[in-house]
T-cell receptor
């Protein structure tokens, strides 16, 4: 079991609210990622980070933002949630020189 | 266009049989290919990685093949068990760009019946 944690696991929230999805890993990995996954569909990369103070947008356009102030922490923020943001959000991390990604359990978000 | 194809229909097999899942891709040139297992409501878990210069990789009851000419990978689970029931994702990686970019297929759901 990978040491990567996500909170909350489930979140139901109203339109227009600001939310932050938390992701922490205790493995000392440099690289971290956020994916979005709808049921039965592929994972799509929305953000990634090489290390502290490094963040980049992924392949899928997203209205969310991320920060990387500490190695172990990579939170994702939605300033104003909309129903189109309803999805599962998965956080992952990897060693700098290795290709395997370790995933957290995910946050299932429902925006009403 | 670039595409990864995994069988969208669930694969149903009897316990003890070998399950074979397929991953086909077009217009990609990955340096390696990975297979992950995903259980409902959970994140994917890494199973195996195979590089472009490797034909086959094994780990316990798992075997992966990689044919870069056919642009296809086959994932085998021998002596399958009900506990192997899950969705299996293939992911292509090793592209240029500097980060560990992985491109995932949508996965194939495997159901192993007692």
């Amino acid at each position: 079991e990978a040491d990567i944690y996500q909170t909350p696991r489930y979140l139901v929230i109203g339109t227009g609210k600001k939310i932050t999805l938390e992701c922490s890993q205790t493995m000392g990995h440099d690289k971290m990622y956020w994916y979005q996954q709808d049921p039965g569909m592929e994972l799509h990369l929305i953000h990634y980070s090489y290390g502290v103070n490094s963040t980049e947008k992924g392949d899928l356009s997203s209205e969310s933002t991320v920060s990387r102030i500490r190695t172990e922490h990579f939170p994702l923020t939605l300033e104003s949630a909309r129903p189109s943001h309803t999805s599962q959000y998965l956080c992952a991390s990897s060693w700098d020189s290795q290709e395997t990604q370790y995933f957290g359990p995910g946050t299932r978000l429902l925006v009403l | 266009s670039q595409k990864i194809e995994q069988n969208s229909e669930a694969l149903n097999i009897q316990e003890g049989k070998t399950a074979t899942l397929t991953c086909n891709y077009t217009n990609y040139s990955p340096a390696y290919l990975q297979w992950y297992r995903q259980d409902p409501g959970r994140g994917p878990v890494f199973l195996l990685l195979i590089r472009e210069n490797e034909k086959e990789k094994r780990k316990e009851r798992l075997k992966v093949t990689f044919d870069t000419t056919l642009k296809q990978s086959l994932f085998h689970i021998t002596a399958s068990q009900p506990a192997d029931s899950a969705t299996y994702l293939c992911a292509l990686g090793g592209f240029s760009g500097g980060y560990n970019k992985l491109i995932f297929g949508a996965g194939t759901r495997l159901a192993v019946h007692p």
